[in-house]
């Protein structure tokens, strides 16, 4: 391999390394384990090495240093050195402590190779080839030998995106056989085994970003244990719940008794997080009174909430009902949950109220953020009985620490029961009505996609409201008669005692939320924010880089440096294919980057046909390797559209990318567009049809989501495989518009993107 070849290697091996520790330290700084903190000290070490070994050659290139001395063992050693550090974070549970000590002592006995290698070297008067050495033979039989047994190992174990390493060092195995069957004998560099890196590292880079991205719990008995057969619960199991349960409702106080029952429940149940939630109060304020991580097996602290941010959970309270949401559910409540619990998602969730004859006395919230196991009707069943002796507890708690302050509302003052119904009820008219208010101009399409569906939920809110209303003066009604009684005076005067303590009770909660709320505000802002800039500017340094190796490679495809054989070009195509892969998860972290900067600026109305020939002309090439043909179906007084230029770009791109990938060699894709008019405001619909084989029904659900969040399996019928279709989604909504599909089995996928009109063009 000449001097601008071996250039081309050591630049692109370097700049794979830093694009993997640059994604690896902003995962490392959202959420920090063992599993990431490995995965970057392999990545800087790694990349250390190669820096090292750059400068070496750049220094024996421009005759500063003799190169044949050292240059040839490095380079063994380095290489030697990654097949061992990249194994190393594959295993992080068993037989982690056996690989730990496999890597050190490869690592170690490498290491005195290299200084041996290098003193022969040394002692030579006339330096001579390396590779007909018997240094060489050592290197290469030993680095045969283990990637040999590391594919073993790989393949008995089979721990997280094993596959993708074992493909690599399947790759390396042949690049050393190649070597010792076909290698140069006159010169002193591998040229198979570097063939061979090339094409390994990325996918060992892969595995590793995709293992940060869906890690698993790292406690491999908890996740064998959450990931089996949830137990079902039937009666005499119950007894069993209760009896273990008997320590915690002996408890003689409230705070010791709620963090002894969040943490028994979620042992007992198997919950990933278990909560227990206070009940709301008059103006529908309530609080996560505190909660249980089983898997990091450590308290959460408590937190402020309302009815406006958890309309459901709130309303499930009031209303003593037991509520579940679906792991993939868009109520303000979940986003809420994950904003508060810091959490990225939260998974199933089953909440079941403590519920007595005197009224609500809280929740317990079980949710499942780790493996998004669904709750049955058995759990649910086991958690409303224990729920209710909790509840019990809690109430000759509050009895006997608290004897002189006012109860909860309950039979015994009927008057502040209903009271605080009634106040319930009104609130809730007024968030009905204040939904009902809302300017469309405001709100665009946030909760429905068509004028229909506003009119039927307009209609639903309006039917809730008059129900509420006959309620209201049912209760108000009660509360006239009662005043009638005698003992009705006692209870105005505890109702203004509880009136008093709860305006006291707010004051509290509403300063601490305000510094909560400005605490996260900070540390979001000199945190994330941040992170997500100094990410962002080393991605564009990588985009220069890259276009640099790529132009390197055409260089060397135009021969304009030397005859290339059929072998060396296929090589040097497999980096340009490379670097477009490269380029790509570039593109995607810049696109995240920037939508995690804020919210995207409107730049008034914009010319959509221009947008559209932009992303053809990025996609040509691919139509072109498919022979895929395009047709386009456009409106002839096409208008105007309100968003941001590069946005609408990415997003026609990316559709554009799945309709190619999804649709056969020699298929046609169609985009049309269409005008769809409404009382408020006109919408622009663009439609992409491929003639691909279509989704199948259970992977509907996964196809907005990024690459293996729920699944390691590919989705059937998509043709972008990457970050590429949850990006669409988030620029889409970032904008105003929305995002949706139809797809049949066996007839194709249409994705359709909705824009808001701007202005009609001058006719």
């Known amino acids: 391999m000449s001097a601008p070849g071996s250039l081309i290697y050591h630049l692109t091996l370097v700049l794979v390394l830093t694009l993997l520790f640059v994604l690896v330290r902003v995962q490392r700084m959202t959420e920090s384990n063992q599993l990431t903190d490995r995965w970057h000290l392999v990545s800087a070490g790694l990349l250390i090495m190669r820096l090292a070994l750059l400068a070496v050659f750049i220094l024996d290139w421009q005759a500063l240093l003799d190169g044949e001395q050292v240059l040839p063992a490095l380079e063994r050693y380095v290489s030697f050195a990654g097949m061992a550090l990249f194994v190393w974070p594959f295993f992080i549970a068993q037989p982690g402590r056996l690989i730990n000590l496999a890597v050190i002592l490869t690592l170690g006995l490498g290491f005195v190779g290299l200084l041996l290698a290098i003193g022969n070297l040394t002692g030579q008067d006339t330096p001579l080839p390396f590779n ?59 040229g198979f085994v570097r063939w061979a890196e090339l094409s390994a590292y990325p996918l060992f880079s892969i595995a590793g970003v995709r293992a940060l991205v869906f890690t698993q719990p790292e406690n491999e008995d908890v996740k064998a244990e959450l990931l089996g057969r949830r137990t079902q619960i039937g009666g005499a199991d119950l007894l069993l719940i209760l009896g273990e349960l008997s320590e915690l409702i002996s408890a003689d106080q409230i705070s010791n008794f709620a963090s002894a029952v969040v943490k028994g429940v979620a042992e007992l149940t198997k919950a990933e997080l278990c909560l227990l939630l206070t009940p709301p109060d008059i103006m529908g304020r309530f609080s996560i009174a505190t909660g249980y991580d089983l898997i990091r097996e450590q308290l959460v602290p408590g937190a402020a909430l309302d009815s406006k941010s958890c309309p459901v959970i709130s309303t499930a309270l009031a209303q003593s009902r037991t509520l579940q949401l679906p792991a993939g559910s868009k109520s303000p409540d979940v986003q809420t949950l994950q904003e508060k619990l810091n959490f990225k998602t939260t998974g199933p969730t089953l909440l079941v109220p403590l519920f007595t004859e005197g009224g609500v006395q809280g929740g317990i919230m ?104 006959r309620e209201i003066k049912r209760m ?117 980057a920037s939508l995690e900067a804020g919210p995207i600026p409107t730049v008034g109305p914009i010319d959509l046909l221009h947008c559209i020939e932009e992303a053809v002309t990025k996609a040509s090439s691919i139509m072109r390797e498919k022979k895929i043909a395009l047709r386009m179906d456009f409106p002839e007084d096409m208008p105007l559209i309100n968003g941001d230029v590069e946005a609408i770009i990415q997003i026609v791109v ?20 269409r005008l769809q008019a409404a009382e408020e405001a006109d919408f622009l619909l663009l439609t992409f ?75």
Not at 440 to 447: C, K, N, Q, R
Not at 499 to 511: N, P, S, T
Not at 516 to 542: P, Q, T
Not at 696 to 714: I, M, N, T
């Open 132 to 190: 007909p050495s018997l240094a060489d033979e050592i290197w290469t039989l030993t680095g045969l030998g283990i990637a040999i047994l590391i594919m073993v190992v790989l393949s008995n174990f089979r721990p997280s995106q094993w596959g993708l390493g074992l493909a690599g060092f399947i790759i390396l195995t042949i690049g050393y056989t190649l070597h010792i069957a076909l290698g140069s004998r006159e010169g002193s560099l591998a």
């Open 366 to 469: 079980l949710l499942s953020p780790y493996t998004h196991r669904a709750w049955n009707p058995e759990d649910q069943q086991a958690l409303e009985r224990v729920a209710s002796h909790v509840a019990q507890r809690i109430i000759q708690l509050s009895r006997s620490t608290t004897p002189g302050k006012p109860q909860a509302p309950s039979d015994d003052n009927p008057f502040i029961a209903a009271l605080h119904q009634v106040s319930v009820l009104e609130d809730r008219i007024v968030d009905l009505t204040a939904q009902l208010q809302i300017s469309p101009g405001e709100e665009g399409l946030s909760h429905t996609d068509d004028p229909s569906a506003i009119l039927k939920a307009h209609e639903e809110a309006l039917g809730t409201i008059q129900v509420l209303e």
């Open 476 to 592: 108000k009604a009660s509360l006239s008669e009662g005043a009638n009684n005698p003992s009705s005076g006692d209870a105005e005067r505890r109702e203004e005692q509880f009136q008093m303590l709860v305006r006291e009770l707010h004051e509290v909660r509403a300063r601490l939320a305000a510094a909560e709320k400005r605490r996260a505000s900070l540390e979001e802002s000199v945190g994330e924010g941040m992170d997500m800039e100094a990410a962002a500017s080393i991605a564009n340094d990588l985009r220069r880089q890259m276009a640099s190796i790529h132009e390197y490679a055409e260089l060397l495809l135009g021969e304009s440096v030397g005859m290339l054989g059929p072998a060396q070009r296929n090589f040097i195509n497999q980096i340009k294919d490379g670097i477009k892969e490269i380029n790509s998860l570039i593109e995607n972290l810049l696109q995240i």
């Open 654 to 673: 990316h559709l554009l990318n799945n309709a190619i990938g999804a649709s056969p060699e020699g298929e046609e894709i169609v985009v049309a567009a």
């Open 689 to 763: 049809s491929d003639a691909g084989e279509g989704i199948p029904s259970q992977d509907l659900g996964r196809v907005f989501q990024p690459l293996d969040q729920a699944d390691s399996e590919p989705i059937q019928g998509l043709g972008e495989t990457g970050m590429g279709l949850s990006i669409v989604k988030a620029l889409s909504e970032a904008m105003g518009g929305r995002v949706w599909f139809d797809s049949e089995v066996g007839e194709g996928s249409i994705f359709t993107v909705l824009l808001p009109v701007g202005q009609s063009p001058p006719k």
